[in-house]
């Protein structure tokens, strides 16, 4: 949406601290263990933009709870399964060879939208080791969050959404729809009987430059919105507003819980 359609559709600017109001009032509380999805043109016109909404997202849950966000970077992969667009064969060799190794301080995120890459670039903020499926955390247990990111099965048992399940933490989907939570893919890897697929990117082992393949499997959000939709059923979702996004907040562990049941009874 280009900004003078957000601006119009704007009663007020949003600021950081009429966005910090209206995140707690959606149940966000400091000490809280979160992980935000986010839209930033969904909020309407911010004063400040995404750095007004990370900041709003601090002053909220404050270092004394963790924020955290996915900082994916799909495009440091396998050249011979891009598709949107793909690039001549004769290129993979040469993309292998010379692709930058991912680097959790410089390696931007791809259509993660502007508060996770304002975020990621925050003060104090960490993020995992994964070359396409990072995630960045900011508080208490930032390290704990990030730390031994698995290069196989990435989003399973040795990532962050595992970590996070162990905190007992809560997902905010700021404007955005449940094809967003990422914490599903965890009940994807619980539930097991997904296709292994081989995967590779370039990455920084004992500091030299190496192209890495891995195993993962091949996960699929598509199911995603109907496994919310009848997650929200249960009563266990809390909608609110913040600006003028509809928010979702909901805990992490019931959602991830529930999704694997929904996977069981509903096999692909």
Wanted: hydrophobic share 40%; net charge negative.
């Amino acid at each position: 949406m280009s900004e003078s359609k957000v601006i119009a559709s704007t009663s007020s600017p949003r600021t950081r601290q009429s966005l910090a109001t209206d995140l707690f009032n959606a149940g966000l509380n400091s000490s809280m263990t979160v992980i935000v999805h986010s839209s930033l043109s969904s909020l309407g016109w911010v004063c400040g933009g995404s750095v007004a909404v990370v900041q709003a997202l601090m002053d909220v849950i404050t270092p004394d709870g963790n924020l955290v966000m996915p900082t994916h970077s799909g495009d440091l992969s396998d050249p011979a399964i891009w598709e949107t667009p793909p690039v001549p064969r004769e290129w993979w060799t040469v993309i292998r060879e010379t692709m930058p190794a991912f680097d959790p301080q410089v390696t931007p995120t791809r259509g993660m939208g502007q508060i996770v890459e304002t975020f990621r670039i925050c003060e104090n903020v960490l993020r995992s080791s994964h070359p396409q499926l990072s995630f960045a955390a900011w508080g208490k247990d930032a390290e704990k969050i990030i730390a031994n990111h698995s290069l196989d099965y990435s989003l399973g048992e040795n990532s962050p959404l595992a970590r996070l399940y162990d905190l007992n933490a809560w997902v905010l989907l700021l404007g955005v729809g449940y094809e967003n939570c990422t914490s599903f893919h965890l009940a994807e890897y619980r539930v097991g009987g997904g296709q292994e697929v081989k995967k590779g990117a370039p990455i920084l082992e004992a500091g030299q430059r190496v192209w890495q393949w891995f195993t993962d499997i091949d996960i699929d959000n598509d199911c995603f919105e109907e496994i919310g939709e009848a997650f929200e059923e249960t009563g266990r979702v809390q909608i609110s507003t913040v600006g003028s996004a509809r928010t979702k907040l909901f805990n992490m562990r019931n959602a991830v819980d529930f999704a694997v049941t929904w996977l069981r009874d509903n096999p692909r």
